[in-house]
């Protein structure tokens, strides 16, 4: 099962995104353009907003932070970021996020 803002590989999701940063407080709005929306409560400097990100989507995820890679995007809102757990149940996960 593909959707148009995740691609399942054979050992990994790529998760497209669009990242908003500067929100009061960090979620995910919705699935739109081919991307999923997320709030971040953090400021695009430094890599804060990254950071940040990897720290939301493990904590939501349920895993290590070291499951995430940022493939494209690191200076931009639109990124790609890479998963590296069971594909099957990580997107299980994701589409429960979206429920």
Known sequence: ???????ILDKS????LKV???APKTEIVCVREQRLFI???ATPEKGKANHKLIAFLSKQLKLPKSAFSLIQGECSSKKMIEILADPSKTAEKIYA???
């Open 1 to 7: 099962m593909s959707s148009s803002f995740l691609k």
């Open 13 to 16: 999701i790529q998760l497209y």
């Open 20 to 22: 908003l940063p500067n």
């Open 39 to 41: 709030k971040l409560n």
């Open 97 to 99: 996020l979206l429920a």
